[in-house]
Every structure is written in C-alpha cells, then in structure tokens.
C-alpha cells in the first residue's frame, strides 16, 4: 500500500494550533489557516512595513484594520498613529494580535473586536477614523457581498476615511485604475474613479504571503468612501448607446413597430399590445424614456462616442443631464 499524501503547506493537522513545518516556521504560521476567512498572512515585515508607510500615518489617526490576522499590520500601526480598531472575526487571531501587544507601551493603543465587520452596525469610534486598511478580506467575504460593497459596507454612515489600504487580486486592482482606452477599462473603473482617487502603489508577490493561492497582489490608496459602486455582475458591462436602437419609432400609439425596449414588450401591428393595460403602461414609459435618452446623447453630442474612451467629464456631462431630464441613478 502507497504512503498516505501529506500536504506540502503547514496547515495539516487536527487542531488549529499545531506544530509549524520546518519549512514554514515562521512566528505566523502557528495556526492552521482557514482559507475561507481570506486569511493570507504577510510574512514579511517589510512588506507589512510598506504596506502601512503608504498610509502616511499620522499621530492622530484613528485606524480602522479590517482582518488583523496575526498582527503583523497592527504592531506597525500602532507605533504610528493614536488609536487602532481591529475588528476580526476568527478568535484566535484577535487572540493572537491581543497577545502580541500584551505587556508592551502600544497595548493602550488597541482595542480588539471580535466579530464579523460586516455585521458592526455601527462601528465604535465611527466618527473619527481617518484611515481604514483591509488586506484582502474580498475572498472571505465574496460569497455574500462584492468586495468594493463590503468596503463600503464596513465604512457606511462614516465621513470619509482620507485614505483606505486595500488589497485585491491583481486583476481587480488593474480594472479599477484602468484609464480610458485600457482593454481592462469598464463600469468599475468609471464607478470607481468617481468615487476616489486611487492609485496602484504596491504590488505583494506570492513569496510574501502564507497559504495563498494567488499569484500577485497590489494595494489601492486614496480611497474615501462614498456610495454609487455597482454590483459585481454588472462590473464586466460598459455603458453603452444601443446605436442601431437611434431610429427606433417614437410614436406611443403604436403606429410603427416599435422595438422592444428596457424589455418592454412590442407594440403590434394596428396599435393592439400584446399584453394588458399594465404593459403599454410600461411600454410608453419606455418611449418616453428612450426619447430623453435620445435627447440627452443629442444634447452632449456624446451619441457617438464609445463608453470605452470616454474620460470621466463626458461620464459627469451624461451625468447632469440625464440628471436634468429627470433620470436620476441610484
Ligand atoms: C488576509 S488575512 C489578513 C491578515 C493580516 N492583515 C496580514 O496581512 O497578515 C484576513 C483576516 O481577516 C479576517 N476576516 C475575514 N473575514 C472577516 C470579517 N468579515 N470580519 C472581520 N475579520 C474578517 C480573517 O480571519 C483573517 O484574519
């Protein structure tokens, strides 16, 4: 009989406090790390030290850290700014960076929280965080919420933090600072950069971090959060006109075939809807609509413009004047 497979990573075991793999004996790597909680850990310092210099801390912040895991964020946090919230939801990581704090002059400084961020309603100290870091909790919690919802979701009801530290997938990042004309430019990135300045400012290689499975990492900065995010199924759409919709009928009465619209349906032949008095109800509101679009894109000559060029001026003139015909997005 063939031996039995034993993983390769320090994370086999029944407990979650186990001995470290020789490999892996890293002071972090005690835990037998649950992938489901996002829990990647940075394993080195420099790294972590980095991470937190591109906050520019200052004595008097208020720090919300969103997933402390081990600490490693936290213990340079701490020697920087006024006061640091960490809200984590595995207890034996906020045990850990409670421990890793303990006895030392910085342990004032923190305060632990234990529980699902998402689910704080409202944070402690909600007025007075100035900076938020959250390092790639989005795997951990996609299952429910994307991530740019959950960021805001974490920072709701709160005046803008001046800065968020956040971390994503490569990918993910590159999107959300893509520039007009970038293939990976898109709703996100439009969404996103109307919200926030935001930047690209490192890039964290596999090598750095415990028990992941992906390839590289970059943090984002000069997030201040607002609302006005989409959803995660519609971050691969662009905005687009329906160009060969321009000449579509206007008229309500139903004397041209009118193309379905918004998903109204059409209009047949002699007037007659195809469904009851609800549907035509909807159906001129559609050609209402659609005649303000026309309108709209007439006005700010944009009706043929590509939303993949577009800067984001010519989103904020769409803007107004849909605004101005009285369609408003939520
Ligand atoms: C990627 S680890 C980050 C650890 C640490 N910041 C570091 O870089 O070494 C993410 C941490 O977030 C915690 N976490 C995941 N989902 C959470 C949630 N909804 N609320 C609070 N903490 C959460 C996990 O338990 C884990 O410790």
Same mark, same amino acid.
Request: net charge negative; hydrophobic share 35%; proline share 5%.
């Given at each position: 009989?063939?031996?039995?497979? +034993?993983?390769? #990573?320090?994370?086999?075991?029944?407990?979650?406090?186990?001995?470290?793999?020789?490999?892996?004996?890293?002071?972090?790597?005690?835990?037998?790390?649950?992938?489901?909680?996002?829990?990647?850990?940075?394993?080195?310092?420099?790294?972590?030290?980095?991470?937190?210099?591109?906050?520019? @801390?200052?004595? +008097?912040?208020?720090?919300?850290?969103?997933?402390?895991?081990?600490?490693?964020?936290?213990?340079?946090?701490?020697?920087?700014?006024?006061?640091?919230?960490?809200?984590?939801?595995?207890?034996?990581?906020?045990?850990?960076?409670?421990?890793?704090?303990?006895?030392?002059?910085?342990?004032?400084? !923190?305060?632990?929280?234990?529980?699902?961020?998402?689910?704080?309603?409202?944070?402690?100290? *909600?007025?007075?965080?100035?900076?938020?870091?959250? @390092?790639?909790?989005?795997?951990?919690?996609?299952?429910?919420?994307?991530?740019?919802?959950?960021?805001?979701?974490?920072?709701?009801?709160?005046?803008?933090?001046?800065?968020?530290? @956040?971390?994503?997938?490569?990918?993910?990042?590159?999107?959300?600072?893509?520039?007009?004309?970038?293939?990976?430019?898109?709703?996100?990135?439009?969404?996103?950069? !109307?919200?926030?300045?935001?930047?690209?400012?490192?890039?964290? &290689?596999?090598?750095?971090?415990?028990?992941?499975?992906?390839?590289?990492?970059?943090?984002?900065?000069?997030?201040?959060?607002?609302?006005? =995010?989409?959803?995660?199924?519609?971050?691969?759409?662009?905005?687009?006109?329906?160009?060969?919709?321009?000449? /579509?009928?206007?008229?309500?009465?139903?004397?041209?075939?009118?193309?379905?619209?918004?998903?109204?349906?059409?209009?047949?032949?002699?007037?007659?809807?195809?469904?009851?008095? &609800?549907?035509?109800?909807?159906?001129?509101?559609?050609?209402?609509?659609?005649?303000?679009? #026309?309108?709209?894109?007439?006005?700010?000559?944009?009706?043929?413009?590509?939303?993949?060029?577009? *800067?984001?001026?010519?989103? =904020?003139?769409?803007? /107004?004047?849909?605004?101005?015909? &009285?369609? *408003?997005?939520?």
């Amino acid at each position: 009989m063939g031996k039995a497979k +034993t993983s390769k #990573r320090g994370n086999s075991g029944s407990g979650p406090y186990e001995r470290p793999s020789k490999k892996n004996a890293t002071a972090n790597n005690v835990f037998k790390f649950t992938k489901d909680l996002g829990q990647h850990i940075l394993k080195n310092p420099g790294i972590a030290q980095a991470i937190v210099d591109k906050a520019y @801390l200052k004595p +008097t912040d208020v720090v919300l850290e969103v997933g402390p895991g081990t600490g490693n964020l936290t213990v340079q946090i701490v020697n920087q700014a006024r006061k640091v919230i960490a809200v984590e939801m595995d207890p034996r990581m906020a045990a850990e960076v409670t421990k890793r704090l303990q006895g030392r002059p910085e342990q004032k400084k !923190l305060e632990v929280i234990l529980g699902d961020v998402i689910k704080q309603d409202p944070l402690p100290d *909600h007025d007075s965080q100035q900076v938020v870091m959250c @390092l790639h909790l989005e795997y951990a919690l996609s299952d429910f919420k994307p991530p740019r919802i959950q960021v805001i979701t974490i920072t709701d009801n709160v005046e803008p933090p001046r800065t968020c530290i @956040l971390m994503f997938q490569r990918e993910f990042a590159m999107r959300l600072t893509a520039q007009p004309g970038d293939s990976l430019y898109c709703r996100l990135s439009v969404n996103a950069q !109307l919200w926030a300045k935001i930047s690209h400012v490192l890039k964290v &290689g596999r090598a750095n971090l415990i028990e992941t499975n992906y390839r590289l990492f970059c943090a984002t900065h000069d997030i201040p959060i607002d609302e006005g =995010l989409v959803d995660d199924a519609e971050e691969d759409e662009e905005m687009e006109v329906d160009e060969n919709d321009n000449d /579509a009928s206007m008229d309500v009465d139903g004397d041209d075939d009118m193309p379905s619209f918004f998903g109204a349906p059409k209009i047949q032949d002699g007037g007659a809807p195809t469904s009851k008095r &609800g549907s035509l109800r909807k159906t001129r509101i559609a050609v209402l609509v659609k005649e303000k679009v #026309r309108k709209v894109l007439e006005e700010t000559q944009l009706a043929e413009s590509r939303s993949a060029k577009m *800067h984001e001026n010519d989103f =904020l003139s769409l803007l /107004a004047a849909f605004n101005a015909e &009285g369609i *408003h997005f939520s």
